[in-house]
């Protein structure tokens, strides 16, 4: 049986989280339970560990810092996995910015967005990523990361 050696290749992604997930743990438990940032990040470096990935993870609360990183994404990133928080609805720059890189990227929620807020409802995102996954609390990134990995080693 042959084996590609692609599949055997370490996959890097990269991680974004969006606007006041620094705050986790501490804001809005009834939405966002009391796992932490640094928790998730410890949750997804376990997990890329055990799909032969590494993780780079990045929180800015800024837009344009995030369009910055996903441009320098390109060439060292297989893939990006992102939880834009408030951008998700608003952004066109970071969709833009996903869209120009032409990087795998899957979207991630926290809380189940279409339960929330009507405008929470409308992601920018979501037409140029290959899925989102929302929901499940932190197990949404984990999700997220294992089916990001699975497509890219599918390709």
């Known amino acids: 049986m042959s084996v590609n050696?692609?599949?055997?290749?370490?996959?890097n992604v990269l991680v974004l989280h969006g606007p006041n997930l620094n705050l986790l743990?501490?804001?809005?438990?009834?939405?966002?339970?009391?796992?932490?940032?640094?928790?998730?990040?410890?949750?997804?470096s376990e997990t890329a560990i055990k799909l032969s990935s590494q993780v780079t993870c990045f929180q800015s609360n800024h837009e344009g810092t995030l369009v910055d990183k996903i441009h320098e994404a390109l060439g060292q990133y297989q893939g990006i996995l992102i939880n834009?928080?408030?951008?998700?609805?608003?952004?066109?720059?970071?969709?833009?910015?996903?869209?120009?890189?032409?990087?795998?990227?899957?979207?991630v929620h926290l809380s189940n967005i279409y339960k929330r807020e009507v405008f929470r409802h409308h992601s920018y995102i979501a037409a140029i990523a290959i899925g989102q996954i929302s929901g499940f609390g932190a197990l949404s990134y984990q999700l997220g990361l294992e089916a990001l990995v699975k497509h890219i080693r599918a390709k």
């Open 25 to 44: 743990g501490k804001r809005e438990p009834e939405f966002y339970g009391s796992v932490t940032l640094n928790d998730i990040n410890e949750l997804l």
């Open 84 to 107: 834009a928080g408030a951008y998700t609805h608003t952004s066109v720059a970071i969709r833009d910015a996903l869209s120009a890189v032409e990087i795998p990227t899957v979207e």
């Open 5 to 11: 050696s692609q599949n055997l290749s370490i996959l």
